[in-house]
């Protein structure tokens, strides 16, 4: 596709269910990132992911967070057990190698009610 | 811990002067640099990036890099009501970026 494309755009949850937020990056993008942003915040890491190579989890909340990346393409964020701080916009960047240009997709507003 | 820092602003310029956003980082490895736009419920989007000493222009933004004391800024000529957002800062290690907190802009008819 011509950028990063992320769904669903909002998600509601009932606080305890669990949710799954997708990112597609740009073809041939190697390095994908996962950040999120609380209202009037700033970003916060949450993982990269670079070819095969492990992923850096080091940002990462809580063991109630994790992630995955199918192929070295898609990737998937899962959040267990939501609770009501999750609420944030989820944010997913790639870029053609590491420490280069990144581009955002448009994000996932998620709501925990 | 690896910061960048930006002015919070909110600054205000009138249509058609110039626009001056300030950045510093922390850490001396830094690679990479990147000025990001986001307009209000939008993402981040993309508008300058440099990698080594001294400016770099494209239109009517410069950015202008010095990694002695670890500065980066960005300018904005000819400012326009279009341009008001808030303007993001991002130094990359490798692994990740590092975002500053924003600096609000807003242009003034």
């Known amino acids: 596709g011509a950028g990063v494309s992320q769904s669903p755009s909002n998600k509601v949850t009932e606080k305890g269910k669990d949710v799954e937020l997708r990112c597609d990056p740009i073809?041939?993008?190697?390095?994908l990132y996962w950040y999120r942003q609380s209202l009037g915040q700033g970003l916060e890491f949450l993982i990269y992911f670079q070819g095969n190579s492990a992923p850096d989890k080091s940002g990462l909340p809580s063991d109630r967070f994790s992630a995955e990346r199918t192929g070295g393409s898609v990737s998937t964020l899962t959040i267990q057990r939501t609770q009501q701080e999750d609420s944030a916009v989820y944010l997913c960047a790639s870029s053609f190698r590491e420490a280069g240009e990144a581009f955002f997709g448009q994000g996932t507003r998620l709501t925990v009610v | 811990q690896k910061e960048v820092e930006q002015n919070s602003g909110p600054l205000s310029v009138p249509e058609g002067a110039i626009a001056s956003l300030n950045c510093t980082y922390s850490d001396r490895g830094s690679q990479s640099f990147f000025w990001y736009r986001q307009y209000s419920g939008k993402s981040p989007e993309l508008i300058m990036s440099?990698?080594?000493?001294g400016d770099k222009e494209d239109g009517r933004f410069t950015a202008q890099l010095n990694k002695a004391s670890q500065y980066v800024s960005l300018l904005i000529r000819d400012s326009q009501p279009s341009d008001s957002a808030t303007y993001l800062c991002?130094?990359?290690?490798?692994?990740?970026?590092?975002f500053g907190t924003g600096t609000s802009l807003t242009v003034i008819p």
């Open positions: 991002a130094v990359s290690t490798g692994n990740q970026f590092y």
């Open positions: 073809s041939g993008h190697t390095a």
């Open positions: 440099i990698y080594s000493n």
